[in-house]
């Protein structure tokens, strides 16, 4: 059973998602016995569509019709479900991201799919296909079965190692069955830009809450997110009170971000906050209250003064780079 992604690019480059999904289509494909096959929408080089081919792609779709931000979701539904019913899949994964969030309902509804939003991990078992997705915030887990022909999955971040599998990759021309022509309004989608990294994408991000006291503390926090080529974030109450921009504000009611290092300074952990960044592959905290919340989440601790943990802590990151 053949298994289709959506390869969502930005401006051009796919990012590391993308590379996720891949890896684990193949995985998923290996255990039905199947392919991988994406879609690739808008201006990307052909060397970077091979790129797919090196995590277990072997057959890319390519169209110049767009997808994203500018296109209503009801477009874009129709865009993938013309690739699957062209492709006779099985399967249809998608990034955890707002788009496919809301995309992927109209898509199933189109498909007369089954549907899940944050899937982890394989199957359990193929049938009935069952597969894991957090639930109450990631406190819990919960067995989802689909019974339907086609599946249409939302695969949670960084639940899935990125793995090199190699396969030859043919691209083709993708012309979608239907007018695309349903599209009423278009949506300018506007990023600003304030560090070197854009908060999504980055991989450790350092992290500020109430903790810090004042707008005027936060150099501490940029000492240590240069040093380790962070990028710079912070709870709700810190962008409500005006001490960083809301554009930086992590949380279910903020960005909801997934990087491999994610460091909470200063902030308790109020289950909206750990809503945003639950995803995280590692997450340390540093809190002078050893009852904060935080603590049960994190990987890590430390119980201190942050202003007194955090220029330590740049010191030895410096010092291990200079090594």
Known sequence: MSVLIYAQNDNGKFPKPVFELASYAFALATQTGGTVKALVTGEVSETEIQKLGQFGVSKVWVTDEPAGPAVDTRSFAILLASAVENSGTAFVLLADNAISRAVAPRLAVRLSAGYVAGASGLPLQLDPFTVRRPVFTGKASAWVEISTAVKVLIIARNTWQISENPVPCAIEAFTPAGSLSTVDFQIEKVVE?????????????????????????????????????AALSCSRPVADEGWRPHQEHVG???????????????ISGAIQHIGGISSSRVIVAINKDPDAPIFQFARYGIIGDLFQVLPELTRAVRKLKSE
């Not at 279910?252 to 200063?266: D, E, R, S, W």
Request: hydrophobic letters at 45%; aromatic letters at 4%.
């Open 252 to 266: 279910q009611t903020g960005k909801v971000v997934a990087p491999n290092l994610y460091i909470a300074c200063g």
């Open 193 to 229: 830009q304030t560090g070197a990294i854009r908060l999504q994408d980055a991989e450790v991000v350092v992290s500020g809450g109430r903790g810090m006291r004042s707008a005027d503390n936060w150099k501490v926090l940029e000492d240590l997110a240069a040093a380790m080529g």
